[in-house]
């Protein structure tokens, strides 16, 4: 059975440019959150999303926004990037909302933004 | 302060060590334990999930947590040099509000397991 499936695998962007990131979660998993790491970090929760609602929110700007489709695939989008916004992205798939779900990890798309 | 904070090492031990890793944490909230372990470049692969107090065991890899510590270890059994890699630890809360299922990690141990 397929894994969580990212694309694309690298990208990369310059300031100001914006960039859309793809995520196919686990097939029976209807949540998707997706994370940022930076090198040499742990991940960081930008968001949650299930049944095609955002349910988690986690301190990024507004320039980061997400959504779901009723496949369950989803998006993670970046407005005007900016040199910090390279890192991993890194999506979950979990199949539902709660805590008690486990979260399961693609690959990631690696991001530099030059 | 880090609600979670890990040790990022380096560790390097050689092959057939046992190996100790360990977070602590700030949060009374976080109910929910996880190591996960990430290869150099690829995503988080899932090892060991547990909830509340107590040990877990899977094979080499032995989870344990102490709630009243704010303190949760992973320890590895014979070590092997396919077990290099970052480990990272992870944890949730129950609490809903916009946090409902969001994962705290710890910053992540390099460890190098050398034949």
């Known amino acids: 059975d397929a894994g969580v499936t990212q694309s694309p695998t690298h990208l990369i962007k310059t300031r100001g440019q914006h960039v859309t990131l793809r995520c196919s979660p686990i097939s029976g998993h209807k949540s998707v959150s997706w994370y940022q790491q930076v090198l040499g970090q742990g991940p960081q929760f930008i968001f949650q999303y ?13 320039r980061f926004s997400a959504r ?3 496949n369950y695939s989803s ?3 970046v407005n005007a990037l900016l040199l910090g916004d390279s890192a991993l992205y890194l999506c979950a798939s979990s199949l539902g909302q709660g805590p008690y779900n486990e979260q399961f990890f693609g690959p990631g798309t690696r991001l530099t933004v030059l | ?6 040790d990022p090492g380096p560790l390097s031990v050689p092959e057939g060590a046992i190996v100790s890793l360990n977070c602590t944490y700030s949060n009374s909230a976080f109910q929910y334990f996880m190591w996960y372990r990430q290869y150099s470049r ?3 692969e899932l090892l060991m999930y547990t909830y509340s107090s107590g040990n877990k065991e899977d094979g080499r890899f032995t989870a344990q947590v102490d709630k009243s510590s704010k303190y949760i270890s992973l320890f590895i059994r014979d070590s092997q040099p396919s077990d290099s890699a970052t480990y990272l630890c992870a944890m949730s809360a129950i609490a809903g509000g916009t946090s409902y299922g969001k994962l ?3 910053q992540g141990t390099i460890l190098t397991v050398h034949p």
């Open chain 1, 50 to 62: 299930y049944e095609k609602e955002e349910r988690g929110r986690g301190n990024f700007p507004d």
């Open chain 1, 68 to 70: 779901q489709f009723p």
């Open chain 1, 75 to 77: 998006e993670l989008n």
């Open chain 2, 1 to 6: 302060q880090k609600e979670v904070e890990q």
């Open chain 2, 42 to 44: 690829k995503g988080p």
């Open chain 2, 104 to 106: 705290t990690f710890g």
